[in-house]
């Protein structure tokens, strides 16, 4: 069966979690304390790792449609703002509808060049038995990410 990695973006928490990134980068170079965060934890400069579920469950129905598709998922927040990151590994290779708008970047690219328009840059590796995908949350929604990933799964699109 398949494993997910998905690392989101804080924009899943809408602008609160975006102006919450942002101030507090601001108040690591300032010494300040900031503590008017939508997470329990600091996102700035981190990475945060969930067994089961985002704080406040956070897309949790999403996430139980998704589990009942994988092996395993794993959940990540990213200190960035708007993109997310996919992570599937499967032991045979991972069919991507063709329907679903991919590139391969061809270079070197980072985050920033994934996050300027509405397609979902792809990266395939081992065969096709691992496939990194990469957008802007803001442009894709979490709904077609995860229609995205579910269709990676062989599960129905919704």
């Avoid at 589990?67 to 200190?79: A, D, E, F, H």
């Avoid at 061809?106 to 990194?132: H, N, P, Q, W, Y």
């Amino acid at each position: 069966g398949m494993s997910i990695t998905l690392g989101l973006p804080v924009a899943v928490y809408g602008r609160e979690g975006v102006d919450m990134l942002m101030q507090e980068t601001r108040s690591v170079y300032t010494f300040d304390d900031y503590n008017d965060s939508v997470l329990p934890m600091r996102i700035a400069f981190n990475i945060h790792f969930y067994k089961d579920s985002l704080p406040n469950n956070k897309l949790g129905a999403s996430f139980d449609a998704l589990r009942k598709l994988v092996n395993r998922l794993n959940l990540r927040m990213y200190p960035v703002s708007t993109v997310f990151v996919a992570d599937l590994y499967a032991p045979e290779e991972i069919q991507i509808p063709e329907e679903l708008e991919l590139f391969e970047p061809d270079c070197d690219f980072s985050l920033e060049d994934v996050g300027r328009d509405d397609k979902i840059a792809a990266i395939t590796a081992d065969g096709g038995r691992m496939r990194t995908l990469m957008g802007d949350y803001l442009h894709l929604k979490t709904a077609a990410i995860l229609n995205a990933v579910r269709a990676a799964c062989g599960g129905d699109e919704q």
